[in-house]
């Protein structure tokens, strides 16, 4: 049987079966290209909420006055400080995304990693197999406060897979049999720039889109 946990895991990660996974960035830190209209509150298509923040501000606000960062917070700091910290909740059920704007040809996307989740019914042995992975979408916003996020999915660069169109270092793991890319930051960043310039049809179209707008003040 299942641990709730895990089932929490799968639903709350949207679309863990199908979205391609990597166990690096998708992103060359020199393309990170934070956006401020991303920040706010905003709910999907199914009702769920989407409360986007700066990393920026909850260092600010985990810090009291005159309280430095330590050594180890310093360092996350640096790697994340132009990012955004996304609690995502549904049906009461929260999980917190770190996510990284970036920049390929004039196109943002973002890159996800899990941050923190609901893990309560997962003893230390499950937990230790747990793999915090990388996704990304596609952004799309528009001028009406709404944005679009086109998740990439593992139908279509499977297909390129099998079809030898694309050499990129992946695995495919577990009974699941799971997309995992292994391929540097270096190598996805090129990869997404060839795929996105690319005429595949439908490319990014997929049931994994999620379109969201922005709560009122």
Known sequence: MKSKALILLTSVLLFSSCIVKSLQPFYNTEDLS?????????TDQKNDTWSVTSVKEEFAKGLKEGEKLS??????FETY????????????????????????EGQ?????????FDSESINDLASQHLLKTHSVAKIELDDTNNISFLWLTEEHIKNLF?????????????????LLLTASS????????????????????????????????
């Open 34 to 42: 934070y956006n401020e209209k991303l920040i706010g509150t905003w």
């Open 162 to 178: 099998k079809a030898d169109k694309l050499r990129l270092k992946h695995e495919i793991v577990g009974p699941d049999e799971v």
């Open 108 to 116: 943002y996307f973002l890159d996800f990693i899990p941050y923190d």
């Open 81 to 104: 400080k132009d990012g955004y910290i996304i609690n995502y909740t549904k049906k009461n059920k929260e999980v917190l995304f770190i996510a990284m704007p970036f920049k390929i």
């Open 186 to 217: 270096k190598e996805l960043s090129a990869f997404l720039k060839k795929y996105n310039a690319s005429s595949i049809k439908d490319k990014w179209k997929s049931s994994d889109i999620l379109k969201l707008t922005k709560k009122a003040i």
């Open 71 to 76: 050594e180890d917070e310093k360092e996350s």
